[in-house]
């Protein structure tokens, strides 16, 4: 601790204190501070004002004062019509001895800064459009729900302050020419940080420029933003749904539609559907501000005459399902497919708000799909397996193990009659999708006694085309008497 025999130095927390007249309500404090910190500062400090005759009245609606118990000093407003400007105020600061004498130590400058700063109202968007011709109708009355929306962001404003809606959309103002009475065509709500829009009676197809200001309360006071402007366009247009498409159809990688979609809703990130193993369409809604919320999927030239029927038959060869925003069409596993073949089908979009009417969706144009499937490679296998004619109980098993996908079954080309004629031959599937092949001999054989014979096998790939040709594998099989 360094002593010292000066007199104590005391000055302000801030020398300059802002108060906005837009929120006469609120006070801003500060504090006098010693350089030494043993000051005993006296309890009432008179802050006057630095005025004359020009500004007297303007000093006169600001009130600063020194608060006895709380330690601090209060500026606050006493007239909101305050001119914007610095005002100035002093204060001989006192302070008491160690011997109890009140003692004037210097003299300090509070700046109170008057500023009429407004709140800050933003919008995302400067146009949006409506399509006149999404309504519905009961008896006489038309309601018009196509709703358009802009984001908005709001800052610079004090807290406890909300918008007050009733107030700013009194403002509403149809600034284009001759087209005044257009606000009254429209409805307009603030929610969740949107501005929501749709018509609320006929009007023209045009654009019209509109504008309102942003009122804010707090229940006893209201502060105004600047102007908000804003362009919508009013159009005719008949809904339907456009769709992005990418990805393939592989017969030979087959999701479980029900599969595939408990284990979305479970953990999202946990897709089945890819690029790879389907076709992947994002769907965009055209002439509504909607959302696809559900699909269906019909084969080409079956569309039924009401697609939202419960009952509506679906594709008997393909599956669709919506998950996220995004529509993913795959073959039913079981189903028969040529590979390297076009198939057409029809996607029936249901959306979140639309009511046509004829139904509550969308049916796409007809979609085409060709197959495709990547056959793998087998490993080779350069071992010998035996079977005895002496026990014809005996058998000789190897498994087929492909690098991918699963096999379906392993069997004699119609043509190897020597192989049919020597051979039975059955299998087992394997939970990794390899399968065994168990030989044993039968009573007659077609192949010599202690002879070692190259057999050729066939192997069928779970969900391969119909049109497929087979992968041939080769096994050494000897025959011992």
Excluded: W
Excluded at 126 to 155: C, L
Excluded at 238 to 246: A, D, M, R
Excluded at 314 to 339: C, D, H, M, Q, W
Excluded at 372 to 394: A, V
Aim: proline letters at 3%; charged letters at 25%.
């Amino acid at each position: 601790i360094k002593r010292s025999a000066k007199d104590p130095k005391i000055s302000l927390s801030s020398k300059n204190v802002t108060v906005n007249k837009l929120y006469p309500e609120e006070e801003q404090t500060f504090t006098l501070k010693s350089d030494q910190f043993d000051t005993d500062l006296e309890a009432e400090q008179v802050f006057t004002a630095k005025s004359n005759d020009k500004n007297a009245a303007e000093y006169a609606k600001l009130k600063v004062e020194y608060d006895e118990t709380e330690g601090e000093g209060t500026v606050k407003i006493l007239d909101p019509s305050v001119k914007k400007g610095d005002y100035k105020f002093t204060c001989n600061a006192k302070r008491r001895s160690k011997t109890g004498t009140l003692l004037t130590t210097n003299t300090v400058t509070l700046t109170v800064k008057v500023v009429d700063t407004k709140p800050s109202f933003t919008l995302g968007s400067k146009s949006v459009s409506v399509n006149r011709r999404i309504f519905s109708v009961s008896g006489a009355e038309y309601d018009y729900y196509d709703t358009a929306s802009i984001s908005y962001k709001v800052s610079k404003l004090d807290d406890g302050y909300t918008l007050d809606e009733e107030k700013t959309l009194a403002s509403l103002a149809c600034t284009t020419k001759n087209k005044a009475d257009f606000a009254n065509a429209l409805d307009i709500g603030f929610t969740d940080k949107k501005v929501e829009i749709n018509l609320n009676s006929e009007a023209n197809n045009g654009s019209y420029s509109m504008s309102f200001t942003p009122a804010f309360t707090n229940g006893s006071n209201t502060v105004y933003a600047a102007k908000a402007t804003f362009k919508i366009t009013v159009y005719s247009g008949t809904v339907s749904v456009s769709l992005k498409k990418e990805g393939k159809i592989d017969l030979l990688k087959r999701v479980d539609a029900a599969e595939a979609v408990a284990a979305y809703n479970a953990t999202p990130s946990k897709l089945l559907y890819n690029k790879s193993n389907s076709m992947v369409y994002t769907p965009t809604v055209k002439n509504m501000h909607d959302k696809v919320v559900g699909v269906k999927i019909f084969d080409n030239g079956k569309v039924p005459a009401d697609p939202d029927a419960v009952d509506a038959a679906e594709s008997t060869r393909f599956n669709a399902v919506l998950l996220g925003n995004k529509i993913y069409v795959s073959p039913k596993p079981g189903v028969a497919f040529k590979s390297d073949t076009e198939y057409k089908f029809v996607l029936y979009c249901e959306l979140d708000i639309y009511e046509g009417a004829t139904y509550k969706g969308v049916l796409s144009g007809v979609q085409t799909v060709k197959t495709t499937q990547s056959l793998p490679k087998i490993k080779e296998d350069k071992s010998t397996y035996s079977l005895y004619l002496s026990n014809r109980n005996r058998t000789a098993s190897f498994t087929v193990k492909p690098e991918s996908y699963a096999i379906e079954s392993v069997y004699f080309n119609s043509k190897d009659t020597n192989a049919k004629n020597t051979f039975e031959i059955s299998s087992t599937m394997n939970s990794d999708g390899s399968l065994t092949v168990t030989l044993r001999l039968k009573d007659s054989i077609s192949y010599a006694t202690n002879s070692t014979n190259n057999i050729d096998f066939y192997v069928k790939f779970a969900g391969e085309g119909t049109n497929t040709k087979d992968v041939k594998i080769t096994r050494s099989i000897k025959i011992n008497r």
